[in-house]
Protein backbone atom coordinates (compact mmCIF):
# COMPACT_ATOMS: atom_id res chain seq x y z
CA UNK A 1 0.00 0.00 0.00
CA UNK A 2 1.23 3.70 -0.40
CA UNK A 3 2.35 5.20 2.25
CA UNK A 4 0.56 8.86 3.67
CA UNK A 5 2.99 11.54 3.16
CA UNK A 6 1.92 13.10 6.42
CA UNK A 7 3.15 10.76 9.89
CA UNK A 8 0.52 9.95 12.30
CA UNK A 9 1.72 11.50 15.79
CA UNK A 10 0.98 9.02 18.28
CA UNK A 11 1.56 9.57 21.92
CA UNK A 12 3.06 7.30 24.87
CA UNK A 13 3.19 8.35 28.52
CA UNK A 14 5.63 5.62 29.07
CA UNK A 15 7.58 2.32 28.32
CA UNK A 16 5.92 -1.11 29.15
CA UNK A 17 5.22 -4.80 28.40
CA UNK A 18 1.80 -3.20 27.38
CA UNK A 19 3.23 -1.71 24.94
CA UNK A 20 4.84 -4.76 23.06
CA UNK A 21 2.48 -4.64 20.16
CA UNK A 22 3.58 -1.32 19.38
CA UNK A 23 6.87 -2.03 19.36
CA UNK A 24 6.03 -5.57 16.93
CA UNK A 25 4.25 -3.15 14.87
CA UNK A 26 7.30 -0.82 14.57
CA UNK A 27 9.87 -3.47 14.07
CA UNK A 28 8.00 -5.07 12.09
CA UNK A 29 6.94 -2.55 9.27
CA UNK A 30 3.08 -3.41 9.71
CA UNK A 31 1.64 0.30 9.61
CA UNK A 32 3.44 0.70 6.79
CA UNK A 33 1.66 -2.05 5.24
CA UNK A 34 -1.28 -0.60 5.93
CA UNK A 35 -0.52 2.25 4.27
CA UNK A 36 0.74 4.64 7.02
CA UNK A 37 3.22 5.80 9.18
CA UNK A 38 3.44 6.21 12.91
CA UNK A 39 5.48 8.86 14.29
CA UNK A 40 5.40 7.69 18.50
CA UNK A 41 6.63 10.25 21.11
CA UNK A 42 7.64 8.86 24.86
CA UNK A 43 5.73 12.08 26.52
CA UNK A 44 6.60 10.94 30.30
CA UNK A 45 3.74 12.77 31.71
CA UNK A 46 -0.07 11.86 31.06
CA UNK A 47 -1.62 15.41 31.92
CA UNK A 48 1.02 17.17 29.10
CA UNK A 49 -0.23 14.01 26.60
CA UNK A 50 -3.79 14.93 27.06
CA UNK A 51 -3.33 18.54 26.75
CA UNK A 52 -1.52 17.93 23.72
CA UNK A 53 -3.86 15.71 22.70
CA UNK A 54 -7.06 17.60 23.00
CA UNK A 55 -5.12 20.88 21.61
CA UNK A 56 -4.06 18.86 18.06
CA UNK A 57 -0.53 18.34 18.80
CA UNK A 58 -0.90 14.71 19.07
CA UNK A 59 -3.36 12.35 16.54
CA UNK A 60 -3.55 9.08 19.17
CA UNK A 61 -2.87 8.82 22.74
CA UNK A 62 -2.52 5.73 24.49
CA UNK A 63 -4.26 7.35 28.02
CA UNK A 64 -6.00 5.95 30.80
CA UNK A 65 -9.96 5.85 30.23
CA UNK A 66 -10.57 8.57 32.84
CA UNK A 67 -8.33 11.39 30.75
CA UNK A 68 -10.77 10.89 28.19
CA UNK A 69 -13.76 11.20 30.72
CA UNK A 70 -12.53 14.51 32.27
CA UNK A 71 -11.68 15.88 28.95
CA UNK A 72 -15.12 15.58 27.38
CA UNK A 73 -16.95 16.67 30.46
CA UNK A 74 -14.76 20.41 30.13
CA UNK A 75 -15.52 20.32 26.30
CA UNK A 76 -13.19 18.24 24.67
CA UNK A 77 -14.11 16.08 21.39
CA UNK A 78 -12.20 13.32 22.78
CA UNK A 79 -13.23 9.94 22.34
CA UNK A 80 -12.17 6.20 23.22
CA UNK A 81 -11.36 4.10 19.79
CA UNK A 82 -10.02 0.93 21.11
CA UNK A 83 -8.69 -1.29 23.70
CA UNK A 84 -4.57 -0.63 24.45
CA UNK A 85 -3.92 -2.93 26.74
CA UNK A 86 -5.39 -5.45 29.43
CA UNK A 87 -6.77 -4.35 33.03
CA UNK A 88 -3.12 -2.79 34.56
CA UNK A 89 -0.98 -5.40 36.40
CA UNK A 90 0.25 -2.70 38.57
CA UNK A 91 2.12 -3.69 42.06
CA UNK A 92 1.85 -1.00 44.59
CA UNK A 93 5.64 -1.09 45.36
CA UNK A 94 6.80 -0.16 48.70
CA UNK A 95 9.78 1.07 50.03
CA UNK A 96 11.99 -2.00 52.09
CA UNK A 97 11.42 -0.27 55.50
CA UNK A 98 7.31 0.02 54.22
CA UNK A 99 5.38 -2.22 55.70
CA UNK A 100 2.03 -1.64 55.98
CA UNK A 101 -0.51 1.17 54.62
CA UNK A 102 0.34 3.00 58.01
CA UNK A 103 3.32 3.09 57.17
CA UNK A 104 3.07 5.42 54.33
CA UNK A 105 1.49 8.16 56.82
CA UNK A 106 3.84 10.98 56.30
CA UNK A 107 5.69 10.08 53.22
CA UNK A 108 6.24 11.18 49.58
CA UNK A 109 4.37 8.85 46.93
CA UNK A 110 5.53 8.84 43.27
CA UNK A 111 2.27 9.41 40.94
CA UNK A 112 2.31 10.65 37.42
CA UNK A 113 -0.40 13.04 37.75
CA UNK A 114 -2.14 13.81 40.72
CA UNK A 115 -5.23 13.65 38.78
CA UNK A 116 -4.37 10.50 36.72
CA UNK A 117 -6.45 7.37 36.86
CA UNK A 118 -3.78 5.43 38.92
CA UNK A 119 -3.57 8.15 41.23
CA UNK A 120 -7.65 8.60 41.56
CA UNK A 121 -7.23 4.29 42.64
CA UNK A 122 -4.73 4.96 44.58
CA UNK A 123 -6.00 7.86 46.61
CA UNK A 124 -9.68 5.68 47.12
CA UNK A 125 -7.43 2.77 48.05
CA UNK A 126 -5.45 4.75 51.18
CA UNK A 127 -8.84 6.28 52.11
CA UNK A 128 -10.65 2.57 52.23
CA UNK A 129 -7.14 1.62 54.37
CA UNK A 130 -7.40 4.57 57.27
CA UNK A 131 -5.56 7.26 55.69
CA UNK A 132 -6.67 10.70 54.86
CA UNK A 133 -5.29 12.85 52.43
CA UNK A 134 -3.41 15.09 54.72
CA UNK A 135 -1.71 12.01 55.52
CA UNK A 136 0.88 11.55 52.94
CA UNK A 137 1.90 13.70 50.03
CA UNK A 138 1.20 12.34 46.34
CA UNK A 139 4.71 13.80 44.04
CA UNK A 140 4.73 14.28 40.55
CA UNK A 141 7.40 12.32 38.94
CA UNK A 142 6.11 11.28 35.68
CA UNK A 143 5.87 7.69 33.30
CA UNK A 144 7.06 4.53 34.68
CA UNK A 145 10.58 5.22 34.46
CA UNK A 146 10.69 8.23 36.14
CA UNK A 147 8.63 6.93 38.97
CA UNK A 148 10.89 3.87 39.34
CA UNK A 149 13.87 5.99 39.71
CA UNK A 150 11.87 8.03 42.36
CA UNK A 151 11.59 5.01 44.65
CA UNK A 152 15.51 3.69 44.04
CA UNK A 153 17.04 6.76 44.64
CA UNK A 154 14.64 7.52 48.07
CA UNK A 155 13.00 10.66 46.85
CA UNK A 156 9.33 8.41 47.48
CA UNK A 157 8.32 5.52 49.46
CA UNK A 158 5.58 4.30 47.23
CA UNK A 159 3.93 3.79 43.72
CA UNK A 160 1.94 1.81 41.21
CA UNK A 161 4.59 0.19 38.69
CA UNK A 162 4.45 -1.78 35.87
CA UNK A 163 6.54 -4.68 34.67
CA UNK A 164 9.28 -4.79 34.74
CA UNK A 165 10.16 -2.05 36.84
CA UNK A 166 8.30 -3.38 40.00
CA UNK A 167 10.08 -6.89 39.26
CA UNK A 168 13.40 -4.85 38.88
CA UNK A 169 12.91 -3.36 42.40
CA UNK A 170 11.62 -6.62 43.99
CA UNK A 171 14.54 -7.67 42.92
CA UNK A 172 16.46 -4.58 45.36
CA UNK A 173 14.61 -5.31 48.19
CA UNK A 174 11.06 -3.40 47.45
CA UNK A 175 8.28 -4.89 48.69
CA UNK A 176 4.48 -4.82 47.48
CA UNK A 177 0.77 -4.00 49.05
CA UNK A 178 -0.82 -5.79 46.48
CA UNK A 179 -1.94 -5.18 43.14
CA UNK A 180 -4.36 -2.96 41.33
CA UNK A 181 -6.38 -6.18 40.34
CA UNK A 182 -6.88 -6.98 43.84
CA UNK A 183 -8.00 -4.16 45.22
CA UNK A 184 -10.41 -2.76 41.67
CA UNK A 185 -10.58 -5.81 39.80
CA UNK A 186 -12.94 -4.66 36.92
CA UNK A 187 -10.55 -1.59 36.45
CA UNK A 188 -10.40 -0.99 32.69
CA UNK A 189 -6.72 -0.87 31.14
CA UNK A 190 -5.68 1.52 28.97
CA UNK A 191 -6.96 2.80 25.97
CA UNK A 192 -6.46 4.24 22.54
CA UNK A 193 -8.13 8.09 22.39
CA UNK A 194 -7.95 10.76 19.57
CA UNK A 195 -10.26 14.10 18.73
CA UNK A 196 -13.61 12.70 16.87
CA UNK A 197 -13.37 16.09 14.24
CA UNK A 198 -9.75 14.19 13.37
CA UNK A 199 -11.16 10.92 12.98
CA UNK A 200 -13.57 12.12 11.06
CA UNK A 201 -11.56 13.36 8.40
CA UNK A 202 -8.68 10.78 8.71
CA UNK A 203 -10.95 7.77 8.83
CA UNK A 204 -8.91 5.87 6.21
CA UNK A 205 -5.56 6.40 8.39
CA UNK A 206 -7.06 5.74 11.40
CA UNK A 207 -8.61 2.30 10.63
CA UNK A 208 -5.23 1.74 8.58
CA UNK A 209 -3.64 2.42 12.40
CA UNK A 210 -6.19 -0.17 14.24
CA UNK A 211 -5.36 -2.45 11.70
CA UNK A 212 -1.21 -2.15 12.30
CA UNK A 213 -1.88 -3.00 15.88
CA UNK A 214 -4.57 -5.40 15.53
CA UNK A 215 -1.51 -7.38 13.14
CA UNK A 216 1.02 -6.65 15.75
CA UNK A 217 -1.43 -8.74 18.15
CA UNK A 218 -1.91 -11.20 16.00
CA UNK A 219 1.60 -11.71 15.98
CA UNK A 220 2.49 -11.68 19.49
CA UNK A 221 -0.33 -14.39 19.89
CA UNK A 222 1.49 -17.08 17.93
CA UNK A 223 4.03 -19.09 19.69
CA UNK A 224 6.50 -19.00 16.80
CA UNK A 225 7.12 -15.79 17.21
CA UNK A 226 8.49 -15.67 20.70
CA UNK A 227 12.17 -15.79 20.44
CA UNK A 228 12.03 -12.74 17.45
CA UNK A 229 9.50 -11.43 20.18
CA UNK A 230 11.63 -11.12 23.16
CA UNK A 231 14.23 -9.60 21.50
CA UNK A 232 11.96 -6.88 20.03
CA UNK A 233 11.02 -6.72 23.92
CA UNK A 234 14.39 -6.34 24.83
CA UNK A 235 15.50 -3.95 22.34
CA UNK A 236 13.15 -1.61 23.76
CA UNK A 237 13.26 -2.33 27.47
CA UNK A 238 15.88 -3.57 30.18
CA UNK A 239 14.32 -6.61 31.23
CA UNK A 240 16.03 -9.92 31.69
CA UNK A 241 15.56 -13.41 29.31
CA UNK A 242 14.02 -15.09 31.58
CA UNK A 243 11.49 -12.66 32.60
CA UNK A 244 10.72 -11.71 28.85
CA UNK A 245 10.33 -15.30 28.26
CA UNK A 246 7.73 -15.61 30.77
CA UNK A 247 5.85 -11.94 29.93
CA UNK A 248 5.66 -13.55 26.49
CA UNK A 249 3.98 -16.49 27.72
CA UNK A 250 1.52 -14.67 29.45
CA UNK A 251 0.59 -12.28 27.29
CA UNK A 252 0.20 -14.64 24.33
CA UNK A 253 -1.95 -16.50 26.47
CA UNK A 254 -4.69 -14.05 26.84
CA UNK A 255 -7.05 -12.84 24.50
CA UNK A 256 -7.31 -9.51 23.04
CA UNK A 257 -7.99 -6.76 24.89
CA UNK A 258 -11.32 -4.99 24.80
CA UNK A 259 -13.14 -2.11 26.44
CA UNK A 260 -16.19 -2.89 27.88
CA UNK A 261 -18.79 -0.37 28.55
CA UNK A 262 -19.54 -1.87 32.17
CA UNK A 263 -15.57 -1.35 33.08
CA UNK A 264 -15.68 2.01 31.37
CA UNK A 265 -18.92 3.07 33.58
CA UNK A 266 -16.90 1.90 36.98
CA UNK A 267 -14.18 4.78 35.74
CA UNK A 268 -16.55 6.99 35.07
CA UNK A 269 -18.19 7.03 38.56
CA UNK A 270 -15.18 7.32 40.23
CA UNK A 271 -14.26 10.37 38.31
CA UNK A 272 -17.39 11.88 39.47
CA UNK A 273 -16.99 11.14 43.06
CA UNK A 274 -12.67 12.49 42.71
CA UNK A 275 -14.16 15.45 40.74
CA UNK A 276 -17.01 16.25 42.85
CA UNK A 277 -19.28 17.08 39.27
CA UNK A 278 -22.85 17.66 39.66
CA UNK A 279 -24.43 16.85 36.63
CA UNK A 280 -25.98 13.90 35.36
CA UNK A 281 -23.35 11.21 34.27
CA UNK A 282 -22.78 10.46 30.88
CA UNK A 283 -23.41 6.94 29.23
CA UNK A 284 -20.25 5.33 28.08
CA UNK A 285 -20.90 5.77 24.27
CA UNK A 286 -20.33 9.71 25.32
CA UNK A 287 -17.05 8.74 25.57
CA UNK A 288 -16.66 5.38 23.29
CA UNK A 289 -17.11 4.73 19.55
CA UNK A 290 -16.34 1.80 18.39
CA UNK A 291 -16.91 1.85 14.84
CA UNK A 292 -13.47 2.52 13.62
CA UNK A 293 -12.21 -0.66 15.63
CA UNK A 294 -15.26 -2.42 13.67
CA UNK A 295 -14.56 -1.10 10.14
CA UNK A 296 -10.51 -2.43 10.84
CA UNK A 297 -11.80 -5.64 11.89
CA UNK A 298 -12.59 -8.33 9.40
Not at 35 to 46: F, I, K, M, N, R
Not at 141 to 161: D, I, P, T
Given at each position: ?24 AQAKKMFEREGVTVEATLTASSVKQLEQLTQGGYDIGFQQSDHVV ?229
Amino acid sequence: MRNHARPLKLAVISEGITSWPLYVAQAKKMFEREGVTVEATLTASSVKQLEQLTQGGYDIGFQQSDHVVRAVENGSDLFIFMAHAHPPELNLVIAPDIRSFADLKGRVIAVDGKRSGYALLLRKLLADKGLRDSDYTFKEFGGSRERFEALQAGAAFASFLNPPFDRNLFAAGFKSLGTVSDYFPSYPGTIAAARRSWARDNETRLVAFIRGMNAAFAWLEDKNNKQEAIGILRARLEIKPDAAARAFDEFSAKPRPTVMPEALRQMIDIVWDAEGLKGPQGAPDKYLDLSYLHKATP
